[in-house]
């Protein structure tokens, strides 16, 4: 009840295109939703997070689909870049301080330019 | 703000001696902290939890005797890697989450730990 499943594990996408990962969760107590991006030999970063009170969050470019009833929830890189090639991580938590994260397997992503 | 740093950024040691590896939110302050480890090609696997003033909590196979946490101060987290050894080779990142935005946790740039 803890995995966070996330697919696909690799993809190449052409610049200018759509990139789309996909999570999956099965505990229902989880309620903070945010994605990572990490560049080899660096720490992750946030991208951006949701809550399960809305079913989509917009930041520029990045955008998180989610779907509370399918227990799932997507991230959609829009007009994807070169610079966007790195790994790409889902996370789940039960929200409040000290609560930790649940993470995917992670998507390489790979831009082609 | 919320900026996690950690020293050193690289380490390599002999086989047998202990490595130790500093996390700071430089920023703000934090009573929990969080000890990663990260294999080549895979996922972030939480080691610990450090909370300042008492012990750390352990994942289930991390061995507490071999990984020792301390969490001294509100903005300090140390993990000592005792007895190191070439299995113990990986990316060690560690996070904080910060008093105001409970939900968050910032990373730090990770530890590459090289055991010969």
């Known amino acids: 009840q803890q995995q966070v499943k996330q697919s696909p594990q690799s993809l190449i996408v052409q610049k200018g295109g759509i990139s789309i990962i996909n999570c999956a969760y099965e505990n229902t107590a989880f309620d903070y939703f945010p994605w990572y991006q990490q560049f080899p030999g660096k720490g992750p970063a946030l991208l951006i997070a949701?809550?399960?009170?809305?079913s989509e969050k917009k930041e520029g470019r990045f955008t998180i689909s989610f779907n509370k009833s399918a227990k799932q929830f997507s991230l959609h890189i829009m007009d994807s870049q070169p610079g966007d090639s790195a790994t790409y991580f889902c996370a789940a938590s039960k929200g409040g301080y000290g609560q930790n994260f649940v993470f995917g397997p992670g998507t390489r992503l790979s831009v082609l330019p | 703000g919320a900026v996690v740093s950690q020293h050193p950024s690289w380490v390599i040691c002999k086989s047998g001696t202990s490595v130790k590896i500093e996390c700071r939110s430089l920023d703000f302050q934090a009573t929990t902290m969080f000890w990663y480890r990260q294999f080549p090609k895979q996922s972030l696997m939480l080691m610990a939890t450090?909370?300042?003033?008492?012990?750390?909590?352990?994942e289930q196979g991390v061995e507490k005797d071999k990984f020792l946490i301390n969490h001294a101060s509100l903005t300090l987290s140390t993990l000592t890697v005792t007895s190191a050894h070439p299995e113990d080779s990986s990316f060690y990142i560690c996070?904080?989450?910060?008093?105001?935005?409970?939900?968050?946790?910032?990373f730090g740039p990770g530890t590459r730990l090289t055991v010969l």
């Open positions: 996070s904080a989450r910060d008093l105001g935005s409970p939900d968050e946790q910032f």
């Open positions: 949701i809550r399960p009170d809305v």
């Open positions: 450090s909370n300042e003033g008492s012990k750390a909590t352990y």
